[in-house]
């Protein structure tokens, strides 16, 4: 058999192109109904990147897996607390309303 070797990187990067793509699909296809839910979820998931960003910022030294990390950091909890936000105002607009 003839072993074929590929590049780590355009490996990583076809994988990364793939998920763009896959992402934007599924983003746009969304009924307006599961939005909320979804938004949630998303919610989770960027803590679970945090956990990830804080193994990866957390060893000694100046490296560039801790400056990823530590702007992986930053836009997670960016995310998260708009997140949050956009579905407490979406939750908000199906509250019945004081007279």
Known sequence: MHDIIVNPFIQQF?????????????????TPALHTPLMSVTNAISSVIIV?????????????????GSIAIALAAVNIFGGFAVTARMLAMYKKKKK
């Open 52 to 68: 990830g960003a804080l193994i990866a910022a957390g060893p000694e030294g100046l490296s560039a897996a801790k400056i990823l």
């Open 14 to 30: 076809s994988v990364f192109l793939l998920a763009i793509f896959i992402g934007y699909y599924v983003v746009w296809s969304v």
